[in-house]
Structure formats: C-alpha cells, structure tokens
C-alpha cells in the first residue's frame, strides 16, 4: 500500500508564502513524475505544477515565477515553495505521484489535500 502524506497549508496574508511537502511512503518501487494540483471552491481541479524524475519541471501561466516545485528522491519528498501568494491562490492543494508499486504495476496515488487560504 502507498500513501501519500501533505503538509504546510494554511492560513497567510497576500504577499506571504508558503511551503507544501508531500512525503509518499509503502511498497514503492520507483516514483516517476510528482504534481501539485489544487481545486478553488466551485472549480475544478487544475494542474499547478509539475516535476519529473530527472528533475524538468512544469508550472501553470498564473503560478510562473512565483512557485517553485523541486524533490528530493533520498526521501520520496515533493515540495512546493508558494511565493507572493494571492488571494486567488486559495484552494485545497492535493499531491499526486505516479507510482511503480510493484514489478508490473505503474499507477498514479493522490494525497488527501491540504487547505491554503490567502486572506488579510
């Protein structure tokens, strides 16, 4: 069994930041790549960023320049380090992984979500 494991969210002011880790633990062969996706309320789920195992990276148009997403493979670890964050930031950030948890079996697993609110 995988799990995926979000922490860092809450509450901050506009202009603040923050720092998102997602920790997958269980039968993990490999992982490839590692996104963050977030869902605002009354919208769908989207494509923050994303990073592959080798370490080339994704960002949606309105996170560009202010987040970064980076891994550490030691610790099976993504991280989102949310700069100048806005109001239309806040959401529900989930963590996804696509998982080799077994010798024939590839699969994407998603975390449980961690609320950002950005408000003054």
């Known amino acids: 069994q995988v799990q995926l494991v979000e922490s860092g969210g809450g509450l901050v002011q506009p202009g603040g930041s923050l720092r998102l880790s997602c920790a997958a633990s269980?039968?993990?062969?490999?992982?490839?790549?590692m996104n963050w996706y977030r869902q605002a309320p009354g919208k769908e789920r989207e494509l923050v960023a994303g990073i592959t195992s080798g370490g080339s990276t994704k960002y949606a148009d309105s996170v560009k320049g202010r987040f970064t997403i980076s891994r550490d493979n030691a610790k099976n670890t993504v991280y989102l380090q949310m700069n100048s964050l806005k109001p239309e930031d806040t959401a529900v950030y989930y963590c996804n992984a696509e998982i080799r948890d077994s010798y024939i079996s590839t699969r994407p697993y998603w975390g449980q979500g961690t609320r950002v609110t950005v408000s003054s």
């Open positions: 269980g039968s993990i062969f490999s992982i490839n790549g």
